[in-house]
């Protein structure tokens, strides 16, 4: 970390951070990253937000499309409780959710946990999307799929804002890591 990035960043953060990226990491955590890194050397974010949309567009249903998003969030692994912290927590939201970010060989990693099924389940598409993208795609691309197939049309105005919440801390982590890596 850098001197720009202490004054952006609070010091239990970079701690934590610095912690679980230099020694080991909780297997479940492990393996998820080493799922995305798979994942992001095969598809462009372009193609993996058309992937989220064929995966979407099918239920013809809100519920159906709600209960899916729901079922899907059950396959990411939740975050440990030492990650559970107000610095990854989202504000706005009316459950708890956190977004953990994480860097690596030049591209960053998100997961989501929340206390509430719906919460997560829209968060991890917004994970699932960005996580093993370099930060200037991050910046470049935003979600606009998930109008595009009924999501938040049909998220109450509070889920809705824990949703911008979400895409402001991925954006704001990206921007940061192409400021500390340029």
Known sequence: FNRKSRSKISF??????????????HTKMRQFLL???????????????????????????????????IDRAKDNPGLEAEYKIDT????GCVSQLWIFPSFHEGKCFFQADSE????????????????GESPADIVRLEPDF???????????????????GVREKIKSYAQMQMNNHS
């Open 12 to 25: 239990p953060f970079k701690e934590r951070l610095r912690k679980f990226l230099s020694g080991p990491a």
């Open 35 to 69: 799922q995305e890194i798979r994942k992001s050397t095969t598809m462009s974010i372009e193609d993996k937000r058309d992937q989220l949309v064929e995966e979407l567009i099918p239920f013809e249903d809100h519920l159906e499309r709600l209960t899916y998003v």
């Open 88 to 91: 990854f927590l989202i504000k």
């Open 116 to 131: 509430a099924s719906i919460t997560k389940g829209t968060a991890s598409l917004l994970c699932d999307l960005y996580s």
């Open 146 to 164: 998930l109008s595009e197939v009924g999501i938040t049309q049909h998220l109450s105005p509070n889920r809705r804002n824990g949703l911008t």
